[in-house]
């Protein structure tokens, strides 16, 4: 069954790859790449402030006794997310690497790893819905892009809003006990052993009613994360030499991000990437080339930041080894 769902979802992203680069067409696009040159080592350099964001909204999804220091988790998160970049149900594969490694390497429990990846994964999705809702009020309060393109954006909101409603009813009544099989079986000989399962759901369950500053913290720096992710489009349609407002650029990244979440079972979000910034530029009237080659650009991102965490896993792997 899994390898179907994967090589189903495979497919669906080759074709929306193919889709958009025979939209678009090959010398068009390459016209808009020819303008990025040296640009490209800011762009991939400016990742550093989204991650570095995103890693102290992890910080603040510790009771403020048990949290690793920033440096830790800024490279434990580098290897957990490279995971997740190459892995089906993206967002959720390299999440039980970060607690694995946060216990092998910087001595954090398998208790408080666990519980922080959840709540900080939350803290992430809800930071997206306040994004995306602000996107969506500026396309009505600016007249920003099309009436389909709201429609289809304010449908993927309500049912990632109802996703994110069911996804906290479960860590109410226990998420952990749920998820532990599965978890166990994606660490193999990683697992840990003496976790329990019902320590994990107590410590979520104490952390939402005894750490509410911390938890609005998490929230506020994932969500500036995401306002990150739009000076970054704003600076590579800058390099491409599209004239857009900030304004344009908060819609553009998402309803963008609104539609990769909706393809998150495809490895690597291959084709829904490319794909879902055409439908955005489709919608907003913006140039279709310019806006495949910042989807390159970014897919060129997105390699060398997975690809360097990749190094810092194995880096980990080999100092347990030496142990």
């Avoid at 991102?301 to 360097?308: D, G, H, T, Y």
Wanted: charged residues 10%; positive net charge.
């Amino acid at each position: 069954m899994n390898r179907w769902l994967r090589g189903a979802a495979v497919l669906v992203g080759v074709g929306l790859l193919t889709w958009a680069v025979t939209a678009v067409g090959w010398p068009a696009l390459w016209q808009s790449l020819r303008r990025v040159g040296w640009w490209v080592v800011p762009i991939v350099g400016f990742y550093l402030v989204i991650f570095g964001l995103d890693t102290w909204g992890w910080h603040y999804a510790f009771s403020t006794s048990r949290a690793a220091s920033w440096r830790s988790l800024f490279l434990t998160r580098m290897a957990g997310e490279a995971v997740n970049y190459v892995t089906p149900f993206a967002w959720i594969g390299g999440e039980p690497v970060k607690a694995y490694l946060l216990k092998r390497g910087h001595g954090v429990s398998m208790t408080d790893g666990m519980s922080s990846v959840v709540i900080a994964k939350t803290a992430l999705v809800i930071g997206l819905l306040f994004f995306a809702l602000c996107g969506l009020g500026l396309v009505w309060w600016r007249g920003i892009g099309s009436a389909s393109l709201a429609q289809v954006s304010r449908t993927v909101l309500v049912v990632l809003m109802l996703l994110v409603g069911v996804f906290l009813a479960v860590q109410h009544h226990g998420i952990f006990r749920r998820l532990a099989p599965w978890a166990s079986k994606v660490l193999g000989s990683m697992a840990p052993d003496g976790v329990q399962a019902h320590e994990v759901d107590s410590a979520i369950r104490q952390f939402y009613r005894s750490q509410r500053g911390r938890l609005a913290l998490s929230v506020g720096f994932h969500f500036l994360g995401w306002v990150a992710g739009a000076l970054e489009v704003w600076l590579i349609l800058y390099v491409l030499g599209l004239p857009v407002t900030l304004a344009q650029c908060w819609v553009i990244e998402s309803l963008w991000q609104l539609l990769k979440a909706g393809a998150f079972l495809i490895p690597a979000g291959v084709g829904a990437q490319e794909g879902g910034i055409l439908l955005v530029f489709l919608g907003l009237g913006l140039s279709l080339p310019i806006g495949l080659a910042m989807a390159v650009v970014r897919r060129l991102r997105e390699f060398v930041w997975p690809a360097a965490g990749l190094v810092v896993w194995s880096r980990y792997e080999y100092g347990f080894t030496r142990e």
